[in-house]
Nanobody
Framework: VQLQASGGGLVQAGASLRLSCAFSGITFSRYDMGWFRQAPGKERVFVAAARRRGTTDYGDSVKGRFTISRDNAKKTVYLQMNNLKPEDTGIYYC????????????????????WGKGTLVTVSS
């Protein structure tokens, strides 16, 4: 199983970035997908999730600014990030979960089965 995240970079506050995570080795349509962010010295935190049935969830700090989407044919999950803020800085990881993401499980990294290596997003003020 491989998850390859890309699209990170250095941007100024207010800019946009689009992250992608390509999957291989799993039946993509049978998994719920998530994005997490880890800032230096801090724990990994939930950003967004896209369930196999099509529903989505977001962390409170990104609601209204980020949009998660998935393309089952391309086995890819995306994270469109608009109006970026310095506090959005961190390494962004994509993850796959074989069981249904619930309100409780979505924010718990240990609930996810597979992880990508992450892509660094740096937002300057």
């Amino acid at each position: 199983v491989q998850l390859q995240a890309s699209g990170g970079g250095l941007v100024q506050a207010g800019a946009s970035l689009r992250l992608s995570c390509a999957f291989s080795g799993i039946t993509f349509s049978r998994y719920d997908m998530g994005w997490f962010r880890q800032a230096p010295g801090k724990e990994r935190v939930f950003v967004a999730a896209a369930r196999r049935r099509g529903t989505t969830d977001y962390g409170d700090s990104v609601k209204g600014r980020f949009t998660i989407s998935r393309d089952n044919a391309k086995k890819t999950v995306y994270l469109q990030m608009n109006n970026l803020k310095p506090e959005d800085t961190g390494i962004y990881y994509c993850a796959a979960k074989s069981t249904i993401i619930t309100d409780d499980s979505r924010v718990r990294p240990d609930e996810y089965d597979y992880w990508g290596k992450g892509t660094l997003v740096t937002v300057s003020s």
